[in-house]
């Protein structure tokens, strides 16, 4: 359940942002979440909703958008969106891929009051 240890940096975050910034509330957080990421999406957003109150969050809109994966093919140099946990370029077939996105979670936008 590590994702109680990234709500609280989530919001150690959000709070210095807000007061970097000088506002009084945060409302609306947006997150991007990689397939890959090992961040389970139901539980994250179930331990900021815990997590956020009595915070500069409290109350604010939880927004999660999921990422898939996205490889760049080492042979044909073909860029893909794998639709599946299947590691094949959908060009050429090869196994020799690099992940471009989907292995990280990131704090994409923040609005601030």
Known sequence: MHEYSIVQSLLDTC????VKNAATK????????G????????LLKTAFDI????????GC?????IQPI???CRV??????LQKLEYLC???????LDVIDGEEMYLMQLELE
């Not at 709070?15 to 807000?18: F, G, L, T, V």
């Not at 997590?51 to 409290?58: G, I, V």
């Not at 044909?76 to 969106?81: K, P």
């Open 90 to 96: 959908p060009e050429c077939q090869s196994l020799e």
């Open 70 to 72: 996205v490889v760049k």
């Open 26 to 33: 945060v409302t609306r957080v947006v997150v991007k979440i």
């Open 51 to 58: 997590f956020k109150e009595n915070t500069l969050c409290d």
């Open 76 to 81: 044909c140099e073909a860029q893909s969106t």
């Open 61 to 65: 809109e939880f927004i999660i958008h």
């Open 35 to 42: 397939v890959m990421s090992g961040v389970e999406p139901d």
């Open 15 to 18: 709070e210095k942002n807000a």
